[in-house]
């Protein structure tokens, strides 16, 4: 009796630290435990004899590396039974159990109990593609708790290191994709160059993720940085380009999330960017809802005309089980999150950058645009106490510029959600200014100019997504600083905001949004750049003489294809400041670009595509 009681005890001990070593059984912050999965429940509810085998196991959405550090780097998985899908269940609508405490145990919402079975994982990282040496490995358990997702961090690696890695199933041959991860440089590292690849706004059901593999075909980057909205929440069919997504509505529940991300996750560009090359992700608002802040967003609001109207669900139940599903799918770690869901931070990368990653939504954001309140927005916009990152993150991104500076890093790359720079659309796309950007929080955007400015920090680089269009400006204090836009003169370095992977732009046409463009660089002094028909990405290489932006255009996104665009490159020597001039041309080496409008340059058609599988060119 004795030694059967300390074997089960053992067994209770290996369970739970297998447990533990997935992460995604923790919360996303460290201050609402609610958020996390209790282990010991689990271990209550689980029958090891019920363990299920090899063939009733599948690794149904690849594998992903994400958040390199030094000596680490997040490894994901997700091992199912065979018979799980992300095919819309018989009944989908909310049950009663919705306002029970995130995750919710005993959830049938999609007509499958909680696994009693666990599922054991383990996994292994090498140096070379054939595993002979094995730099970590170790064996970790998931269940329906976690939505059978499997979060790991890969430690004892060497920094700046490529790395190989797989997952199988215990004691088999079952084995996950290969996945190749990438650690970071320490930050004390001479780094010669490191290139990233932007990204932001793939909408599933209006096209294929073909920007995503493109970059991986081409293995043109160290890194991929995504700006956020990775997944929508929102309806949409895409049935007839074959890219039906599900649940086929507007999500709210924690199960809808899931599969929501589940779905996202079967597109195979995506798979190959994701098992080709280690990303930082963040998010914007649609991975919760369109137009979020911090109490609400545009179509559900802290009151109970909204609560009753808008899904039945309150705001912040929504938001957790957005949280929620965010952390268990993407390859992040917990980072300081010692307060209200954190998932703004730093990387240092080698002395070459400091990637200052902001979350300009859901963190502490005052109100913003909620499309019937657009005109009391922008009569607030220039209120002192309106921020789009609050009080906290605000103090920790100004410190981190100054250290950055301090620590003589030789550039400071900013991911924003949203754009930076002012866009005055007045008389061309919109209304004035985006008041869901940087322009309807003045203040915010005025403390942040003042520190660069005011410290000389130079050599800044602002990245974003969000708007869906291209757009390239000098970053400046038009109301503090003189500026020359025709040389750059007075700038304190550029913005680079990329178009959208699918979801859709400001212009239907071509032609009409080039002419829409001409009109934005003459009204708006530091837009040097407008381009707002395609979708695409961009990539950047850095080095400590300069940085150089490459912006890619997707040719079709109704279905799967390898092609591309070249549309523009920009070039920033450290130390001006400024996007470089040739003749006056702002572009590297005065080239021209192949759409929208270039101040002080020219359009040039382009009569090219690029095929990143063959490397060959074709004719348009």
């Known amino acids: 009796m004795l030694r059967s009681t300390t074997v089960l005890l053992a067994l ?264 080709t090359f280690t990303w930082i992700p963040v998010w914007d608002d649609h991975e919760v809802a369109d137009n979020s802040y911090r109490d609400g967003s545009s179509l559900l609001q802290n009151n109970e005309a909204s609560f009753i109207i808008d899904g039945g669900v309150s705001v912040d139940q929504r938001k957790m089980n957005a949280v929620r599903a965010y952390f268990e799918w993407m390859p992040i770690r917990q980072v300081a999150m010692d307060d209200n869901l954190r998932i703004w931070r730093n990387f240092k990368i080698g002395n070459l950058l400091d990637l200052i990653m902001l979350d300009t939504r859901h963190y502490d954001r005052s109100i913003t645009d909620l499309y019937l309140n657009n005109l009391y927005i922008k009569k607030i916009a220039d209120d002192i106490g309106r921020s789009m990152m609050g009080p906290r993150q605000e103090h920790w991104f100004y410190d981190n510029l100054k250290s950055s500076a301090k620590r003589q890093a030789t550039w400071r790359v900013i991911g924003s959600q949203t754009v930076f720079s002012r866009v005055d659309e007045l008389g061309s796309i919109g209304l004035g200014v985006n008041v869901d950007s940087w322009d309807g929080y003045r203040a915010n955007l005025n403390r942040t100019l003042r520190t660069l400015y005011e410290n000389n920090i130079g050599n800044n680089i602002v990245i974003a997504g969000d708007s869906h269009a291209n757009w390239v400006s000098d970053l400046t204090w038009l109301d503090e600083y003189p500026y020359d836009p025709a040389t750059g003169e007075g700038a304190i370095g550029a913005e680079f905001a990329g178009t959208a992977v699918t979801s859709s732009g400001p212009a239907a046409h071509v032609g009409i949004g080039n002419l829409q463009s001409k009109t934005l660089i003459k009204k708006n002094r530091e837009l040097q750049w407008s381009e707002l028909y395609y979708r695409g990405y961009f990539e950047m290489t850095l080095s400590h003489t300069r940085t150089d932006a490459r912006f890619f255009a997707i040719p079709d996104i109704k279905k799967r294809n390898p092609y591309e665009i070249s549309m523009a490159n920009f070039t920033v020597f450290a130390g001006e400041n400024r996007l470089s001039r040739t003749n006056g041309s702002p572009t590297t080496n005065g080239q021209g670009v192949h759409n929208g409008a270039l101040k002080n340059g020219k359009l040039e058609k382009q009569t090219g595509q690029y095929n990143t599988e063959t490397k060959e060119w074709t004719s348009i």
């Open 12 to 275: 209770a001990s290996t369970s739970f630290a297998g447990y533990a070593g997935n992460l995604n059984y923790r919360s996303p912050s460290h201050n609402h435990p609610g958020l996390g999965i209790s282990i010991p429940k689990v271990l209550k509810r689980s029958d090891p004899v019920l363990e299920y085998s090899a063939d009733q196991l599948e690794f149904t959405h690849g594998v992903a590396s994400g958040d390199p550090y030094p000596n680490s780097v997040i490894l994901w998985t997700r091992c199912a039974p065979s018979t799980d899908n992300v095919k819309e269940p018989v009944d989908s609508e909310r049950g009663g159990e919705l306002y029970d405490p995130v995750p919710i145990y005993g959830d049938n919402e999609g007509n499958a109990p909680v696994s009693k079975a666990p599922v054991c994982v383990e996994y292994c990282v090498s140096p070379d593609k054939n595993f002979k040496r094995v730099a970590d490995h170790g064996t970790v358990y998931t269940s329906s708790d976690v939505d059978f997702t499997v979060k790991v961090e890969a430690s004892h690696l060497k920094p700046f290191t490529t790395y190989y890695y797989k997952f199988n199933v215990c004691g088999s041959d079952k084995s996950s994709p290969v996945g190749r991860a990438k650690t970071s440089p320490t930050e004390h590292d001479d780094v010669t160059d490191i290139s990233l690849a932007v990204y932001s706004c793939s909408n599933f059901p209006n096209g294929y993720f073909n920007a995503y593999g493109n970059t991986a075909r081409k293995d043109s980057v160290d890194y991929v940085v995504h700006l956020g909205d990775y997944i929508y929440e929102l309806g949409g069919d895409g049935t007839s380009i074959g890219r039906t997504q599900y649940p086929k509505k507007m999500i709210y529940t924690l199960y809808e999330y899931r599969k929501r991300h589940a779905t996202y996750k079967t597109d195979e560009d995506l798979l190959l960017s994701h098992r």
